[in-house]
């Protein structure tokens, strides 16, 4: 019969975030297999003793728009301590198979001015001394490294326009106000802010603005208190209806995420190359809503 190729996915205790881990943290969710608890060595037993799985990785993942490779480092400590752990239970010759450690994805990039990611380059580098550094102390091979860059990838390339509706002036106090600035999108082509909170920034693209700069919040058009697509911006006092704000780094998480809610249509997807343009993904129609129900 047929003989697949299986990793096991760890749980190793690291929950990581863009300036900070807790290696003791983040054993209570639903992905992979405890290292802790002994679940993952349970199921590397298993697997060995399955005729028609054969294992030929270890996998973890440690978070999320991460900057720092402490969390990193942890984490192949553990899966390389396991690792060690397989070869002394079930013997070299039977774990020779396992060739591969995925450490996951989860590298940052830069959604704000502050944001500073390592380079790609400089990143691999250091992850890779770190996997052969770990495997040499217990007196491993080093395996074959593997990581999984998506968000580094496609987050940086990708632009969002957004066409201004309405600006308002609400009172939050006796001294303070806040300017609601309405787009013609929202929450179903980018769900991230209300999602996970996430951090953009917006800036007026259509025109040249000489106008002193205001606080404000960018907002959609679902009906959702929380149809926030960047929370708090400076942008120009004078922006009016008509006026057209780019969010950057919309490339992952976005389109991937977006949605119908509301009845709204997706928006079409541009590809633009040395100056050149092409549609990739056509604006959603009506018809499109309409498409799936049976009439």
């Known amino acids: 019969g047929v003989v697949q190729d299986v990793f096991v996915r760890l749980t190793v205790g690291v929950e990581a975030h863009t300036h900070e881990f807790i290696s003791t943290a983040h054993e209570d969710q639903k992905f992979g297999l405890s290292v802790a608890s002994g679940a993952a060595m349970d199921a590397v037993a298993r697997v060995f003793a399955t005729d028609h799985l054969r294992l030929v990785g270890l996998h973890s993942h440690i978070g999320s728009q991460i900057f720092d490779v402490a969390g990193f480092e942890l984490a192949a ?91 308002k002036d609400v009172d939050v106090s006796t001294t303070a106000h806040r300017r609601y600035v309405s787009i013609d999108g929202g929450m ?18 259509s025109r040249v603005s000489d106008s002193p700069a205001t606080l404000a919040r960018i907002v959609g058009k679902h009906c959702e208190s929380g149809d926030i697509v960047v929370r708090d911006t400076w942008v120009p006092g004078d922006l009016r209806p008509g006026d057209l704000l780019a969010v950057a780094a919309t490339g992952a998480y976005c389109y991937s995420l977006s949605s119908r809610y509301n009845m709204i249509c997706r928006p079409a997807v541009v590809a633009v190359r040395n100056g050149r343009s092409r549609l990739i993904l056509r604006r959603e129609t009506v018809d499109d809503l309409l498409s799936l129900e049976v009439r």
């Not at 082509?189 to 917006?202: G, Q, S, V």
């Open 188 to 205: 179903s082509d980018n769900i991230r802010t209300a999602l996970y909170d996430a951090e953009y920034d917006a800036r007026l693209v």
């Open 77 to 167: 400590h553990r899966v390389i301590g396991l690792l060690h752990e397989a070869v002394k239970q079930f013997g070299v010759d039977k774990t020779a198979q396992i060739s591969t450690v995925d450490l996951g994805g989860g590298l940052g990039i830069s959604y704000l001015a502050p944001d500073d990611p390592p380079p790609m380059g400089e990143l691999a580098a250091k992850l890779g001394a770190i996997v052969s550094s770990e495997s040499a102390a217990v007196g491993l091979p080093t395996p074959k490294l593997v990581v999984e860059p998506g968000r580094a990838i496609a987050g940086p390339g990708t632009i969002t326009l957004y066409e201004v509706g309405t600006v």
